[in-house]
């Protein structure tokens, strides 16, 4: 599967954000979905994820409540919802797939996803 991140930007602290992923090259809904960024200089981290049928949603203590994942297996689209974005969300956001034989599973390690997109970068100015 191919990916594609896209929504990032240029944001003051307290705005808010929509980030798409667009996925092509095999059945969408067979795949869990994540979020991961990467901030100047450091690792990167887990921000959020959803199983297969988007019933289950996981995110990061630093996110949760901010941000809210999505995805529509209709138009083969993951998305990530940012609101009272903070300088420190500053980061390059990277979208990610794996497959997954059951519907309820969805997985918050990075070396657990094997598909991953480009990266959007997103900047919050205080």
């Known amino acids: 599967v191919q990916l594609q991140a896209s929504g990032g930007g240029l944001v003051q602290a307290g705005g808010s954000l929509r980030l798409s992923c667009a996925a092509s090259?095999?059945?969408?809904?067979?795949?869990?979905m994540g979020w991961f960024r990467q901030a100047p200089g450091k690792e990167r981290e887990f921000v959020a994820a959803?199983?297969?049928?988007?019933?289950?949603?996981y995110y990061a203590d630093s996110v949760k409540g901010r941000f809210t994942i999505s995805r529509d297996n209709a138009k083969n689209t993951m998305y990530l919802q940012m609101n009272n974005l903070k300088p420190e969300d500053t980061a390059v956001y990277y979208c990610?797939?794996?497959?997954?034989?059951?519907?309820?599973?969805?997985?918050?390690?990075?070396?657990?996803?094997?598909?991953w997109g480009q990266g959007t970068l997103v900047t919050v100015s205080s």
């Open positions: 090259g095999r059945t969408f809904s067979s795949y869990a």
């Open positions: 959803i199983n297969r049928n988007g019933g289950r949603t």
């Open positions: 990610a797939a794996v497959y997954t034989y059951s519907s309820s599973t969805y997985r918050s390690s990075e070396s657990e996803y094997d598909y």
